[in-house]
């Protein structure tokens, strides 16, 4: 646990000053300043410079450890391994929004351990660490209590590698079944509004594992449901994912399709 501890307390303090970087990087509102990775597919300059200032701030204090970053892929496999999103939410952050965060995730061989999903903008730093709850600017937070999918607010991920009419077909069904949708364009930050109640569900068609790494430990220490990303093949290729409060699993993944597992 101790060599846990270190590492989350050196990467707290490690993602606050590459969160200045990504500040002071940021696009002005308007037409997205980023090339482009394939149609509505985002990088910026701030994607790759806020990776590079992580990997090279916690390879420095802990040089045995692996990172897996969105920008840059792999290096050589240790025990523990940081998972790095430097910017999710990029298509938001490069048109001027507020909401994108920086998502960084600690795992010990194969188990999430730590997570932090860190949104400057909104002032919000949402932390786990396995065993020791969830938090969100320090207080503990818990999945929400709804009951009754009529009282949800579920929110559907949209990326460029859905396919067509998927969308509206889940955006459909959950009005049908009186649910209330969302889509805001960061799968990490929609995934910690699960974890601590600001809403009852999220579901995505594929996602990879950096965008999810932080917030399945934050999910499972505030009491969420999440689908097994990880045995479904989340390690290595885009992979579906879902969230819910628990109290609502069986009529949220049946209103979307979503086989449980
Ligand atoms: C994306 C965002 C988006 C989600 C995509 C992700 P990025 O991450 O989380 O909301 O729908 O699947 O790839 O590219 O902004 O880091």
Redesign the pocket.
Known sequence: TSEIDSRFQAALKIIKDASKLAIKMQPAPGKPVAELKGHQ???TAA?KAVETFLVEHLSDLFPNDSFLG?EYGETTVGLFRWII?????????ARGRKR?CI?VGLMHGETPVAGIIEAPLLNETFTARLGQGAFLNDKKIHAATTDNIRESMVEI???P??PKGWYPEKMNSLIEQGSMPRS???????LADVACGRSDGYY?????L??VAAALVILHEAGAYVSPFLKNGGLTQ?TPIFASAPLIVNPLSKALGVPLN
């Not at 805001?184 to 929609?190: I, M, P, R, T, V």
């Open positions: 597919n985002y990088v994607d969105e999103d430097p910017i999710d939410g990029t298509s938001n952050y994108w998502s991920g949209w990326s590698y859905v805001l364009g960061s799968g990490a930050l929609a995505e068609y594929v996602i990879f950096w965008d885009r």
